[in-house]
């Protein structure tokens, strides 16, 4: 099984035939729909350069926008069909959720939008919602994804990692709620957690780190761990996550996720690798993060 996580950098149907583009409005990009139609095919050929069976994506406005975007991007790209979508509504004040493709039948798919803290046994505002956005619980036939995005570092970074630190706790106690042992148990969180940019001695996201889990992305070379990059800041980081279980880490001990950013702009200079050929200096691209894929071959 290949999973793949990936945001798309505010997909969002208009009109019912236009999507937006990669861009964020509060950076001063305006829609330029040529441009905005050439970002979403490089999103699609990122996709099908990652030839997974599950992608758990982020930034996903509604279920049109979801089908819309495979019917008129992925298939047109060559891209094999997802016969399973699910996107639902969550707390995102943008509309901007979190949504799965894949060609394997899920089990179940459970929604935790409307989680409070003390739905959970949790200290937290009793009339806010825990998730952001939402917690998306996927279960197929020998693993269990918790697909995440996380509050984002701003505008005021001690309230987002007070937000964070609560979604963090609340993802560990629904796992510790599905499983008996989670230690003995095969699942894997995967997201945008939206950790900041310089490492942190106490991270919002520690609940869910060793020993509890284990970091996928640390089989990588460090100087080759991110996946994003702000180009209005000039700042690369490695928000993008997959925290196996132990006990899936240990059956997979050569499962190293990749990360491509063939998709990213070009000034992102880090990347030393291939562009796309219609990637600008800053647009078109893909999104502003790379996306990563990790195979549980045999799963």
Same mark, same amino acid.
């Given at each position: !099984? %290949? ?12 009109? +019912? ?5 990669? &861009? ?9 729909? $040529?441009?905005? %139609? !050439? ?13 997974? =069976? ?37 707390? =995102?004040? @943008? ?16 929604? *935790?939008? +409307? ?7 949790? &200290?937290?505002?009793?009339?806010? #919602? ?6 998306? /619980? ?29 979604? $963090? ?8 709620? &599905? ?16 950790? #900041? ?5 106490? #991270? ?10 284990? =970091?996928? !992305? ?27 279980? #132990?006990?899936?880490?240990? $059956?997979?001990? /050569? ?5 491509? &950013?063939? +998709? ?18 800053? @647009?078109?691209?893909?999104? =502003? *993060? ?6 549980? $071959?045999?799963?």
């Amino acid at each position: !099984m %290949r999973i793949t996580s990936f945001n798309l950098q505010n997909l969002r149907l208009r009109g +019912g035939s236009n999507l937006d583009g990669a &861009r964020d409005s509060d950076t001063g990009e305006t829609a330029d729909p $040529a441009l905005d %139609r !050439m970002d979403r095919e490089l999103t699609a050929q990122v996709i099908g350069n990652m030839k997974s =069976d599950v992608l758990a994506l982020q930034e996903v406005f509604d279920r049109a926008t979801l089908d819309h975007f495979h019917d008129n991007f992925l298939l047109p790209a060559g891209v094999r069909a997802y016969p399973w979508r699910h996107c639902s509504h969550g707390n =995102d004040g @943008r509309g901007l959720d979190i949504a799965l493709l894949s060609r394997i039948a899920p089990l179940e798919v459970a929604g *935790h939008a +409307g989680l409070r803290a003390a739905d959970i046994g949790l &200290r937290g505002d009793p009339e806010k #919602p825990v998730f952001r956005r939402d917690c998306l /619980r996927v279960e197929f036939a020998g693993v269990t994804l918790f697909l995440c995005h996380f509050k984002a570092p701003y505008p005021d970074p001690a309230s987002a990692w007070a937000a964070r630190r609560l979604e $963090a706790r609340a993802v560990r106690r629904l796992v510790e709620r &599905r499983f008996t042992d989670p230690a003995s148990a095969t699942w894997l969180i995967a997201g945008d957690l939206n950790e #900041p940019w310089k490492p942190d001695a106490n #991270p919002a996201s520690a609940p869910l780190l060793a020993p509890f889990s284990v =970091d996928l !992305m640390a089989r990588i070379k460090e100087q080759n761990r991110w996946s994003y990059y702000d180009r209005w800041a000039d700042r690369y980081a490695m928000p993008d996550a997959f925290l196996a279980s #132990p006990a899936l880490a240990r $059956a997979f001990p /050569r499962a190293i996720p990749e990360i491509h &950013r063939e +998709g990213l702009e070009r000034a992102a200079r880090r990347h030393s690798g291939i562009h796309l050929p219609s990637v600008g200096s800053h @647009r078109p691209h893909a999104s =502003d *993060h790379a996306g990563v894929v990790v195979e549980f $071959a045999g799963l």
